[in-house]
């Protein structure tokens, strides 16, 4: 048993002192896709692991072919005690392009942007700021209680912004060390700065890529127009034969497992505060697309989509050509929720392609990849503790959000270690994250190491 | 009045001199796109101009910023004669690759495809071998007669295959000395070996192309997908939508000023030898696009297209990207046939593309050219007079077949000159032009010449 009132006055109390940390985490340029900064990457490893070291967590530093992974595995003495999974990233996004940054990406600046102070410097909202509120809170009860109130595996990676090759490596090297009974991450963001927020679900993503093949080679088409068949105008109609007039797709069996979404959920999006125009006007449209009847929130966040991200054929330069080109390609991908089928739908997606071609037109598939929507059950234990103590700390209870994108790593727990995670962060949309001037608020880090305070006390 | 008879023996008689003759103007590397052969073009013009001198038709060189054009403005003293104007071109294609010709592709040789003697070199066939089965029988004309039985223009061009830069301001500078009564071209082909044809008509050209802007920057497609704007899903959409089930385009007003082909015409056509599988087969492919019902001929000669030449949009390098893009382009051209208004038409693409887009969503267009439709009427005295010429030389009369592509050169001479145009070419299918190996039968050429010789023979 510790005394949180104490600990939440001391993090407050300290608030300078942890900046200070922060800004020095800051300063290391672990930037994982630029290989001149491999240094940077296993240097930030290093911080990271002699700082969880400093409050006794025996982290170790695990490599591969890649950047380094940063993992503790701690043992609580207490009988009975859940055992908890942290994941956070210690990598950062390129700094360019480098002149639209008012200060050096890697020399952090306190400032204050609408009377908000802030930090600013290149990951400082994704994910050094993030991860080091559930750190730093753990190193505050750990000095007052003695110990944590749970175990806790810990893992910090340092490839998440370059597609996580090591990852999997650990994961599966570590198999057995892993088991958890619930997973948290900080890599998410709040409603708005006031509305602090739980994801409740991801998207899956489901990748093909295919290539319409009409005459066997260019054709002129004055000498063959109105006979070849062109694969430009077969790969249109295809593509454009896949939503009907609602914005439904029309793919055989595409909604199998998309389930509505139960109506709690969805009183609690009609109460946000949105204005959809504005949402629209932020980027650049008039209307939004999608399935008629349908909010925005449901669209992004509940429902699938077939989306077109890649289109080329024929002559592309400059200038007219009067060619009937051989071949047209597209790459498509689509977003998944609930039950969906990756593989059962790419099946009636190849289908669906197969039979709207001409007799003699082929078509050559290339390049499919997927994984699964997740949503989690959030009447669980920890769901709801969770929400109780955001709700402590921010005076709202948190709204459960879907996300329209997907996290592999989430997958990959849930996939492999059947582990759910309680997605809960601190960024806000204008923390331009991945883009100049990155800045992460001081009343998110600091409400943030309050919060995770908050609910690691649940356990005691 | 001279004596056909004679003329007609004198050709044949000297065949090899002429082949010689043939083969001496094909050594003349005359590559107009390539920059460093702009002196061959010269040479080639001014081998023409001795040629012409050397029967006294006493040509000029004319130059502008391009490759020179070789012009000669005969007079016949003969009262109330016709006037005659001759087009041809002394350009050449580039020879690449040339690691696939079996010679030298400017060092003729004389060889036997199929038990047909033929001379293989650039140009045999594209057009130097063409305009001098014309040029040849000027000459034993004016030797035999003394003098020509019309008044003649001749126009050699150097730039027909590098986009013809110089040709309008020559046709603005000389306008006043061009007109004529009859225009002849010896550029196309036969039906077959055995097949003597005359090119009836050539579709028109509109080309144009297009950029649909949805969200005002690439977008996410977790974040956004399923409330965002893709312009590629739009731009497949208004494409796919351009032609119904049967194949029609359903642009309002397309098929104004389409005719349908008299019968005569399309009975001359049903005696054509042609295999339709065959002629599928030849390009790779096992069916037809176009309109239902129609036969090949009549789509490709007598029927307008929409195509689409170019598309591209989005993530279009390897791999997956997650994007919604901003924007998506389209490059297509119309071939047009009878009097289609290529204004009123591009209007209308224009109407239909705007009234597809969404609330929010831009099109911009950009590029558009044209040329309108040509059509002869064959039962002309010129037409018909070059028809029993060819009908005695080759023992069956000529096919009046289609143009499934443009030349814009005769289109500027109706436009311009308000004169029709005579096409009457000796290629065949198989001479290769622009590609490897390209060859000219010497049948061809010796029944080319002599055909010329009859055709003129008509104005005594």
Redesign the interface.
Known sequence: MFNIAKVLADIEADSDQNIDLLADLLKIKSISTIPDYADECYQAAGWLKAFLDSFGMDAIIYESEGHPIVFSNYQTSRPEAKTILFYGHYDVQPVDPVSLWDSDPFDPVLSSIDNEPCIIARGASDDKGQLLTFLIALKYIKDEAGELPFSLKIILEGEEECGSKTLPIFLEDYKDKLSADIAYVCDTGMWDKDTPAITRSL?G?L?E?FKII????D????????????P??I???I???V?DDEGKVTIPNFYDGVNEVNENIINSWKKLTFNEAEY?NK?????????TGRS?FE??WS?P?F??????????DE????????E??A?I?C?LVGNQDPEKILENIHKYIKSSL????QVIFD?A?HCRAIEFDTDSYYFQSASEAIEEEWGVSPVFTG????IPVVEAFKTLLNMDTVLIGFALDDDRIHSPNEKYNISSYVKGIKTWARVIAKYQ
Chains 1, 2 share one sequence.
Do not use: C, M
């Open positions: 998207r993503l990748s890529e009409g005459p066997d080679r054709l002129h088409s004055g000498e063959f127009g109105g006979v070849a068949w062109n430009i105008r790969i249109t109609k593509l454009s034969d939503y629209l980027i650049g449209q008039k209307s939004s697309s999608g399935e925005i669209k992004t429902r989509t989306e077109i991200n890649g289109i080329f054929g024929g002559y592309t200038g007219t050509k009067t060619v009937i080109p051989s047209a390609n790459k991908t977003r001409p007799d003699g037109v390049g990849d996300g329209g994108g997907s």
